[in-house]
């Protein structure tokens, strides 16, 4: 199973999959300006929203003067590749709300990866006032990474066959947790594991003599970072192409496509501190 914000996020896409009709798309005539207007006023009240709900939890230490930093995170950058599915997801998503207002395809995709970066600059800039923390410069940089590949994958064919997917199982921390204790559900590192595939069906030509459904991913993890200090995780790993199979339902593609945002565990490697094993990862 994906990360909760992921599984959310796949929701979303899959319904904006149902909904978008190509021919609609295509009478287009020029720019709705209302439907401008009410993207980036719901943009702008959904941002509020959450900074209202979650700034107890998210700012809990005196504002004190603005700083920016380049602090490498305690959880062995998990959370950056966080930040980077969560631009990633976001300017899928924001791609189909731009396309609904008459923009065109291409312009579509480089305004959403604006959003996807844009996406995250209200948090961080609460942290860069606040005493214990300081607005990330590498967390915005992981964010913009993730929020780019969308926009690439709409104008450069060749670059749909990568993939970033994610893949998510409760950690042995999380279960044991104290009640109020870390880890949270959002934060649980050491469940999370972040993949980049190479998927060779998704390049212009298709993928023979190699199957169309089946690419290599390379994964990052943790083991824990809470219960002790973290180590790097590393996976070698094949990968499903869910748009690759075989499946001649007209549902199918738009289906695959929001199931190719999940790396399911199939044959691999992994390298723990030093030592590495084969299984399911």
Request: hydrophobic share 45%; charged share 15%; with cysteine.
């Amino acid at each position: 199973m994906a990360v909760p914000k992921t599984q959310f996020n796949c929701a979303i896409l899959f319904a904006l999959h149902c909904v978008c009709n190509p021919a609609a798309a295509q009478q287009c005539g020029s720019v709705r300006t209302e439907r401008v207007l009410l993207l980036a006023g719901g943009f702008a009240l959904g941002q509020t929203a959450t900074i209202a709900v979650r700034s107890n939890d998210w700012w809990t230490t005196p504002t004190s003067s603005f700083r920016a930093v380049w602090d490498g995170s305690a959880n062995r950058e998990q959370d950056g590749l966080l930040h980077a599915a969560i631009g990633y997801h976001t300017a899928q998503l924001a791609a189909f709300a731009w396309e609904w207002t008459c923009v065109g395809s291409n312009t579509a995709a480089w305004l959403a990866a604006v959003t996807g970066v844009v996406v995250g600059l209200p948090k961080e800039i609460g942290d860069g006032i606040h005493e214990d923390k300081g607005f990330s410069l590498r967390d915005l940089t992981w964010t913009a990474s993730g929020a780019l590949l969308p926009a690439l994958h709409r104008t450069v064919p060749a670059s749909r066959s990568v993939l970033l997917k994610v893949w998510y199982w409760p950690s042995d921390e999380f279960r044991n947790r104290p009640p109020g204790g870390l880890p949270q559900l959002e934060n649980d590192y050491a469940g999370q594991r972040y993949f980049l595939a190479f998927n060779p069906g998704r390049l212009p030509g298709g993928a023979r003599p190699w199957p169309s459904w089946l690419g290599v991913a390379v994964g990052h993890s943790v083991p824990y970072w809470i219960s002790q200090p973290p180590i790097h995780e590393w996976y070698v790993t094949l990968d499903l192409n869910m748009r690759g199979l075989a499946v001649r339902a007209p549902w199918w593609r738009k289906v695959a496509s929001v199931l190719d945002q999940i790396h399911f565990p199939l044959p691999g490697v992994r390298v723990r501190d030093g030592r590495w094993s084969v299984g399911l990862y």
